[in-house]
């Protein structure tokens, strides 16, 4: 994100702008390059509001006194979380895919195991 241009007029990066000079505006614009997909932008002002805390961290001397990105607001979506597959989910997928594909074998195996998907893959 840090590659990309302050505007579509200047092409001067905000990579080129000293880490004290990204003041709530420009950061306000880098979350809302992804307001069209919100967990994205909210994604980008998480990493923000970490390089800043670096920043505010540096020895000797702290490049920043205040994590500027902390004051702009994220688009915080509530969820409920994922929503969980009921039987005739399930059933749809098995029709799917059919009985012997390797969907519906990782799907059993998650099923009946409780293994977490990083598990499966191996």
């Known amino acids: 994100m840090l590659k990309e241009p302050l505007s579509p007029e200047?092409?001067?990066?905000?990579?080129?702008?000293?880490?004290?000079?990204?003041?709530?505006?420009?950061?306000?614009?880098?979350?809302?390059?992804?307001?069209?997909?919100?967990?994205?932008?909210?994604?980008?002002?998480?990493?923000?509001?970490?390089?800043?805390?670096?920043?505010?961290?540096?020895?000797?001397?702290?490049?920043?006194?205040?994590n500027t990105a902390k004051l702009v607001e994220s688009f915080r979506i509530k969820t409920d979380g994922h929503a969980r597959m009921r039987d005739d989910d399930i059933a749809k997928d098995v029709a799917r895919h059919g009985?012997?594909?390797?969907?519906?074998?990782?799907?059993?195996?998650?099923?009946?195991?409780g293994v977490r998907v990083s598990d499966l893959a191996l």
Request: aromatic share 6%; net charge positive; no cysteine.
């Open 10 to 66: 200047d092409a001067r990066l905000f990579a080129h702008m000293p880490i004290a000079a990204l003041d709530v505006t420009n950061i306000e614009i880098l979350r809302n390059r992804k307001k069209a997909s919100r967990f994205a932008a909210d994604e980008r002002l998480k990493i923000l509001r970490q390089v800043f805390e670096v920043g505010k961290a540096a020895k000797p001397t702290p490049l920043v006194k205040h």
């Open 99 to 113: 009985p012997r594909s390797k969907a519906v074998l990782g799907l059993t195996i998650l099923m009946y195991t």
